[in-house]
């Protein structure tokens, strides 16, 4: 998945010495039924987004402009795939069917992929660059609330793929060219971004165990302040990026 160029600031304070849940490994934490379903929930909604992810770069290997590009987004989709595997994984050796964590997901991610089908290339590499960007803020926002086996697979499989810095360098190349495309890209972002919100808060309040968590239902949660404060701080992030794709928000 896309690692963001500007990941929300209370995301990075992830490094400050943990409490509760957060200073916990998972043999311990686990044993709360709550917060086992919130995790067996969130390793099912990431790795069924790997899983779109890498069928989607596949997808948009079909409209890269050259063969350079073909094998770069191939790359990219690759690794998307391996960080699949390794949620897949993690989820069997805890005792659960890894399909079954993740089909709760699926007409969430399918619907937002519905809305939001790019025209083009450029269009493609806008929304990944966003749509990812937007899903790891979240991702990176939640771990730091995760126990630490927990933490650590979901901040690995966010790892960057490449594709933020390709995007960019590709995007910008196409502004620079044919300033007026920029409108257009600027146009697709926004909507995008709302489309993503949009998901991710209908995930979260259809899912108890992980809306529990997000509320602070859970030791160490979120309050409903603080899930506020979040999804602020993904949109001030989400600006950020805009600008390095030379786009206004």
């Given at each position: 998945m896309t690692s963001p160029d500007n990941a929300p600031d209370k995301a990075a304070?992830?490094?400050?010495?943990?409490?509760?849940?957060?200073?916990?490994?998972?043999?311990?934490?686990?044993?709360?039924?709550?917060?086992?379903?919130?995790v067996v929930d969130l390793l099912g909604a990431l790795a069924y987004g790997e899983l779109a992810a890498f069928e989607r770069l596949a997808e948009d290997a079909k409209l890269?402009?050259?063969?350079?590009?073909?094998?770069?987004?191939?790359?990219?989709?690759?690794?998307?795939?391996h960080h699949f595997e390794q949620l897949r994984d993690r989820l069997a050796s805890i005792g659960e069917e890894p399909t079954g964590a993740m089909e709760p997901f699926v007409a969430a991610y399918e619907g937002f992929h519905k809305q939001t089908a790019p025209s083009d290339w450029l269009e493609g590499?806008?929304?990944?660059?966003?749509?990812?960007?937007?899903?790891?803020?979240?991702?990176r926002e939640v771990a730091a609330r995760l126990d630490s086996d927990t933490r650590a697979l979901v901040l690995g499989v966010l790892d960057d793929t490449g594709h933020a810095s390709f995007a960019v360098e590709k995007v910008r190349a196409a502004i620079d060219a044919e300033p007026r495309v920029g409108g257009r890209l600027a146009l697709w972002a926004r909507r995008l971004m709302g489309e993503a919100l949009s998901q991710s808060q209908r995930v979260v309040a259809e899912r108890d165990a992980l809306s529990?968590?997000?509320?602070?239902?859970?030791?160490?949660?979120?309050?409903?302040?603080?899930?506020?404060?979040?999804?602020?701080?993904?949109?001030?992030a989400h600006t950020k990026r805009m600008a390095a794709l030379g786009l206004a928000a």
């Open positions: 304070d992830a490094s400050a010495e943990p409490t509760g849940i957060a200073a916990q490994d998972w043999a311990t934490a686990s044993a709360d039924p709550q917060y086992r379903a919130a890269a402009p050259t063969l350079a590009d073909k094998a770069e987004l191939a790359k990219m989709a690759s690794a998307e795939f590499l806008v929304k990944a660059y966003v749509g990812d960007s937007i899903a790891s803020d979240f991702y529990t968590m997000l509320v602070g239902g859970v030791a160490d949660g979120f309050d409903l302040a603080e899930v506020g404060r979040m999804f602020s701080r993904i949109t001030e």
